[in-house]
């Protein structure tokens, strides 16, 4: 419970290489909640979202994008919540918005903060849970559509493969290319998940990147190659993709969880060669460049989800402390789709 008070975790001390991420790099503080000023509001959490990226802020150093976390500052994080008390014109009590709530229960807004972490988006249509505004109608989602849309550009018939399918972005990516009627190949690590991409996610195929031959595979269900790759692992997964792009193929460049964190970076792929002699195209996405477009795609993606077409694959958490088993899930591959925590019963 609240108890009229705000609960926070700050971060205590770096975490190690290969240290798995726990309560043990935080601490659990309350302190009254914050009033807003001028020009301010107050948001109450009700859901924080997850994303690799995270870990990056407890390793210390400069991420590529975000400066790390010092000791006893709030663990930094995206999450959905409600509008509790406002001094800001446009902000009303009650309104839904996405914001860098961090991880605590309660977080003040000036509404006007920019920037990947900071930018508050309103939800327009809120939908009941909130914790779909991170997820299927989200974050994770908008990474998907703009990668697999923009970036992609599928036309129906192509063979799509994703990899990581069975995690938040690549089990959206997967729907959205179904949906656009293409051949859909997920790779993911692990029976059960493969499974679970093949039967709740509608993929045609899955590859269980753990125990199968991924060359051999690739090779047998893409016989006249790749059409889109959406990379979400880098490393030899992405080499082996190269390996099988088609003519003309595109390989999106969404994320690399499977080499982020060593140090040194390990090479390139060496099958990049491909992309000359098959007139292939490989591209970076980061979704920020399309901010101002996401409340277009979370029209598109809430008329998908309320047709049926669009499955919402939020794996859930339950509570402020289990926050740090969240994030560690996207690593240990725990997860199946959308990994949130969910604040609103406490
Ligand atoms: N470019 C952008 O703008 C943007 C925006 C959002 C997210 N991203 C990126 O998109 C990717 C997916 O993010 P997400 O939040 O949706 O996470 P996620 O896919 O839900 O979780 C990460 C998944 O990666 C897989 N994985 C973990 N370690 C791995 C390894 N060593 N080798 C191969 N697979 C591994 C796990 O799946 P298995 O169990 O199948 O191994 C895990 O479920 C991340 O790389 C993230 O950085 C990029």
Known sequence: MTNGRNR????????????????????????????????????????????PAQRAYLMGSASRFHPPLDPGE?????????ITLSNHPDYAVG?????????????????DETGMVKTVQKIADPQDPLYLHLGTLGASAFAAYFGL??????????????????????????????IKGCRVIG???????????????????????????????????CPDGIDIYFDNVG???????LKHIALRGRAVICGLISTEYLDPPPPGPSNYFNLIYKRARMQGLVVWDYVDQFPE????????????????????????????????????GANRGITVVDMTGE
Request: net charge negative.
């Open 235 to 241: 490393g030899e997964t992405l080499n082996m993709a």
């Open 74 to 82: 709030i663990m930094r994080g995206r999450g959905v919540g409600r």
């Open 149 to 178: 849309l923009d970036i992609g550009q599928p036309r129906a018939g192509e063979t799509v493969v994703v990899s990581a399918a069975g995690g938040g972005v690549g089990s959206i990516v997967a729907q959205i290319a179904r």
């Open 95 to 111: 309104e839904a918005v996405c914001c860098s709530t961090g991880w605590q229960d309660y977080s003040v807004h000036q509404g």
């Open 297 to 332: 795609a979370e029209a598109e993606l809430a008329a998908w989800y309320r047709a049926g077409d669009l499955k919402p694959t939020e794996y859930v958490l339950q509570g402020l402390t289990s926050a740090p088993d969240a994030l560690q899930a996207l690593f240990s």
């Open 8 to 51: 926070q975790l700050r971060f205590r001390r770096c975490i190690t290489e290969g240290e798995p991420v726990s309560m043990e790099l935080f601490e659990l503080g309350e302190e009254d909640i914050p009033t807003p000023g001028p020009g301010q509001f107050l948001v109450k959490t009700e859901a924080l979202g997850t994303s």
């Open 187 to 221: 790779i993911a690590g692990g029976s059960d998940k493969c499974a679970w991409v093949r039967d709740f996610i509608g993929a045609d195929a899955a590859i269980d990147y753990k125990s199968e031959d991924l060359d051999a595979r690739l090779g047998a269900l």
